[in-house]
């Protein structure tokens, strides 16, 4: 399995913005055959995707929730991804996730935002937005 290590969670106030690093390493496979995602969970509440991205192309894919306010990206050098959050909602609050595993059959694994979907995550950091 992949080692995750997630960093950059903290509090913020409702339309500020705030940056999640998660690094990988110990990768089975070829880095570039991975989807990396980020995922969360409220309390109560199931784990659901927010994004991820196919390493190969870079293909990117955003639940409809966060659309237009975060932007996933990959530092290929680093083998990290980030999670950069913008104008952030107090419905955003939860413990954020980085999760990896191989992209069978290319990008269209990446899209569906399923956490059965991946088998390595990261230990989790909380996001806080105050409104």
């Known amino acids: 399995q992949v080692q995750l290590v997630e960093s950059g969670g903290g509090s913020v106030q409702a339309g500020g913005t705030l940056t999640l690093s998660c690094a990988a390493s110990?990768?089975?496979?070829?880095?570039?055959?991975?989807?990396l995602a980020w995922f969360r969970q409220a309390p109560g509440k199931a784990r659901e995707g927010v994004a991820s991205i196919y390493s190969e192309d870079r293909s990117t894919y955003y639940a409809n929730s966060v659309k237009g306010r975060f932007t996933i990206s990959q530092d290929n050098g680093k083998n990290t991804i980030y999670l950069r959050m913008t104008n952030l909602k107090a419905e955003d609050t939860a413990v954020y996730y980085c999760?990896?595993?191989?992209?069978?059959?290319?990008?269209?694994?990446?899209?569906?935002?399923?956490?059965?979907?991946?088998?390595?995550w990261g230990q989790g950091t909380q996001v806080t937005v105050s409104s």
């Open positions: 999760a990896a595993n191989r992209a069978y059959g290319g990008s269209a694994y990446c899209k569906n935002g399923v956490a059965s979907d991946y088998d390595s």
């Open positions: 110990r990768f089975t496979y070829s880095p570039s055959e991975y989807c």
